[in-house]
T-cell receptor, first 122, second 111 residues
């Protein structure tokens, strides 16, 4: 089974600074998807960014970018120009591509890390 | 608005009581999921339904049952609630697994 590890239970950054959240995963598969989700105090799960393992180019969404190192099984999230609204729990998640394809969809769903609580200091 | 709707948002149960958490999506997604979120544990998969008429166990299925009533609805039932089932429960859906839509969660307390 795949596992996702987020080694930083809590991170703190000054507003307008840059912060990087770490995520590593364990898999024997070559094709898969990786996600970062944000969960503010409202509890809503919000997709931040998504990366397909077969793509070498790192995904970017405005101030959010990832550093995807496939060989090292590492998927870190960089938040530039941090804003107060970025304060939240951040979850890294893994999804198998192979299982999904052959099962007709849905097998296993997402495997989540335990999360990193991001604090933005004004 | 299109999305995943969960009811109720909050619930307090006594040990041994039963209840059903309801989930409905209006995006015509095939796959639906139930997760639980506990402090320091992230989200863990309870059950999922790859398509209408099928359900399968996830990582932590004990103490739960599910029903995929139709393509839109996927319910989670606690037959005899235990304090260990105190958690926040999320329903999610997807079509193709490229993007997942989550409900707003149900905070369940079992006393």
């Amino acid at each position: 089974a795949q596992t996702v590890t987020q080694s930083q239970p809590e991170m703190s950054v000054q507003e307008a600074e840059t912060v990087t959240l770490s995520c590593t995963y364990d898999t024997s598969e070559s094709d898969y998807y990786l996600f970062w989700y944000k969960q503010p105090p409202s509890r809503q799960m919000i997709l931040v960014i998504r990366q397909e393992a077969y793509k070498q180019q790192n995904a970017t969404e405005n101030r959010f970018s990832v550093n995807f190192q496939k060989a090292a099984k590492s998927f870190s999230l960089k938040i530039s120009d941090s804003q107060l609204g970025d304060a939240a729990m951040y979850f890294c998640a893994y999804r198998s591509s192979v299982l999904f394809m052959y099962s007709g969809g849905g097998a296993d769903g997402l495997t989540f890390g335990k999360g990193t609580h991001l604090i933005i200091q004004p | 608005n299109a999305g995943v709707t969960q009811t109720p948002k909050f619930q307090v149960l006594k040990t041994g009581q039963s209840m059903t958490l309801q989930c409905a999506q209006d995006m015509n997604h095939n796959s639906m999921y139930w997760y639980r979120q506990d402090p320091g544990m992230g989200l863990r998969l309870i059950y999922y339904s790859a398509s209408e008429g099928t359900t399968d166990k996830g990582e932590v299925p004990n103490g739960y049952n599910v029903s995929r009533l139709n393509k839109r609805e996927f319910s989670l039932r606690l037959e005899s609630a235990a304090p260990s089932q105190t958690s926040v429960y999320f329903c999610a859906s997807t079509e193709g697994g490229y993007g997942y839509t989550f409900g707003s969660g149900t905070r369940l307390t079992v006393v």
